[in-house]
C-alpha cells in the first residue's frame, strides 16, 4: 500500500507514523527514555506513539522537534497562499445583500 492510497484506515496511519518514528529514533542512536527526556515527556508517551496506541498532537509535535524533523510537520500544514480572488470572494460572501424598492404604483379605478 502506497502512502498516497486514502484507503489507510487511521489505526493504520497511526502504526505507520509510530514505525517511522520509532526508525528515525533508532538511526540516531536513542532509546525511548533518551527521547522522551529530549521531548519534555514520558517513556509511556512516546511506546504509546511508536505502537501506534494513541497519543497526542502534542506529543507528536513535542517528539518530532525533539527528533529535528520539523519538516514533517510543514509538509502536513504547508502554507497556503491566498489569492486575491478569494480574498475578493471572502468579502462579498460577508456583504448582506442590497434590497431594491420600487415606488408603489397606486391603482385607479379608472383603469
Known amino acids: 500500500m502506497s502512502l498516497s492510497e486514502p484507503q489507510r484506515s487511521t489505526d493504520e496511519w497511526m502504526l505507520h507514523l509510530g ?26 508517551a512516546i511506546k ?28 502536513l500544514a504547508p502554507m497556503m497562499p491566498i489569492s486575491p480572488m478569494q480574498i475578493l470572494k471572502a468579502k462579498q460572501k460577508n456583504k448582506p445583500r442590497m434590497k431594491v424598492y420600487r415606488a408603489r404604483q397606486v391603482k385607479t379605478d379608472n383603469g
Do not use: C, F, P, Y
Not at 49 to 75: H, P
Open 19 to 44: 514505525s517511522q518514528i520509532r526508525a528515525l529514533r533508532i538511526r540516531t542512536n536513542l532509546d525511548q527514555t533518551e527521547l522522551a527526556a529530549l521531548a519534555n515527556s514520558s517513556t509511556g
Open 48 to 75: 504509546n506513539l511508536e505502537n501506534g496506541k494513541g497519543s497526542s498532537l502534542k506529543t507528536m509535535v513535542k517528539v518530532i522537534r525533539a527528533l529535528n524533523r520539523t519538516d514533517w510537520l510543514e509538509l
